[in-house]
């Protein structure tokens, strides 16, 4: 990995090198010591997939340098995308993850022989709108069992909403077959400001199927 910039003076034989050639010389390595004049480490596809485990059988294994630094931190990004190399795009990403879609492995997880989904409810201002919709993408046949968990603007509690009535009545909290439907009641815990924030995750659905 060489530098990618020319040296200012090619000195010849018993040619008097002066203190503004040396000074130059040595300021043009200082102005170019920066990343993009730097050469790469992916001269070909081989050298580009080159990687190396940075802590073999619990041991760590010290990069002695830069080249062995990238593979790295190559052979980490190769392990936390799970892809055959570690430049291919992951099947999912960090926010995807965040945001509730699916983890297959999650997914297959038994509990009574049921599966679970977690999705995040996402904006609700429970205060002026009564109730939302949030897909579910399952088959409403195989959908066993709901629950939707509310956390107040200060997240400093977490609700189950249909555990809070009101006149005798209970919030709605339902599936067809594309949406769970939640409904809190009017003039019930969930009206009021400390549930009013956007821009924020109003909490959680839990579904089980099967």
Do not use: C
């Amino acid at each position: 990995m060489p530098g990618l910039y020319s040296k200012i003076k090619t000195v010849v034989d018993g040619e008097t090198i002066t203190a503004a050639d040396r000074n130059a010389e040595h300021d043009n390595h200082i102005t170019n010591a920066i990343p993009t004049m730097i050469d790469d480490y992916s001269a070909n596809a081989t050298e580009m997939q080159t990687v190396t485990d940075p802590y073999p059988s619990g041991s760590p294994s010290l990069a002695t340098y830069l080249a062995g630094e990238l593979e790295r931190l190559r052979y980490l990004i190769k392990q936390i995308t799970g892809e055959a190399q570690w430049y291919v795009d992951p099947d999912t990403d960090m926010v995807s993850l965040k945001s509730g879609t699916v983890v297959a492995n999650l997914n297959a997880e038994q509990h009574n022989s049921r599966k679970v989904k977690v999705i995040d409810i996402g904006d609700w201002n429970m205060d002026t709108t009564a109730s939302v919709s949030i897909a579910h993408g399952l088959t409403l046949g195989n959908i066993r069992g709901i629950q939707a968990t509310i956390r107040t603007d200060a997240g400093s509690q977490h609700i189950n909403l249909a555990s809070i009535s009101s006149d005798g009545n209970t919030p709605l909290v339902l599936a067809d077959s594309t949406n769970v439907i939640l409904q809190r009641l009017a003039n019930s815990l969930f009206d009021s400001i400390v549930y009013d924030s956007t821009g924020y995750n109003r909490g959680w659905i839990t579904v089980w199927y099967v």
